[in-house]
């Protein structure tokens, strides 16, 4: 899937099993391994690009992330643009991680962009998402508001309602 991604800052998450991490990341992004940082991070990415650094957690049995219904402090989620800015690739990237066994948070259509959430071994909140047409949010004050789940429309029951107004999106 990493000729999918178009990019995402680094990110260093620390994780209760690097081996088991590194695996969900090569597996769900098709992350190479790209060595160690001078802290000893196992770095991880594409195209020898760095995106992720896993460092290993002092306390293994820690606490977890606490996705829902409690707000917490810390990290909320991180995404990743996924390319091109096609459903297709969106819906092929959500049955690739339904068939590795992901577990799958949410999906919605967030007007500029459509959006999976899901959970890494360790309970982070990741994103994949691509952009929709700009014109969807020309005249929205808050363009990021949900519009509907998209859970049938990845599933291939039904094209996503904007794509109606937008036959010209892929």
């Given at each position: ?38 802290a ?20 293994p ?13 810390g ?5 990743f643009?996924l ?14 991680i339904?068939a590795?066994g ?15 959430y ?15 047409p ?17 859970d049938d429309?990845l ?16």
């Amino acid at each position: 899937m990493s000729d999918t991604l178009l990019r995402t800052t680094r990110v260093t998450l620390r994780a209760s099993d690097i081996a088991r991490s590194v695996k969900f990341y090569e597996d769900v992004f098709g992350f190479d391994q790209l060595g160690k940082d001078e802290a000893g991070r196992t770095l991880m990415g594409a195209d020898g690009i760095v995106m992720l650094a896993l460092e290993q957690a002092k306390d293994p049995n820690g606490s977890r992330p606490v996705v829902e219904p409690q707000p917490f402090i810390g990290m909320e989620h991180f995404a990743f643009e996924l390319e091109p800015d096609s459903f297709e690739v969106l819906r092929a990237f959500w049955r690739h991680i339904n068939a590795l066994g992901v577990e799958i948070h949410h999906c919605v259509d967030h007007i500029i962009t459509n959006s999976i959430y899901f959970l890494d071994p360790d309970r982070n909140l990741i994103e994949a998402y691509i952009n929709c047409p700009k014109e969807r949010a020309r005249d929205l004050e808050h363009p990021y508001g949900t519009v509907e789940d998209l859970d049938d429309a990845l599933a291939g029951k039904c094209q996503p309602a904007w794509m109606k107004d937008y036959p010209h999106a892929k």
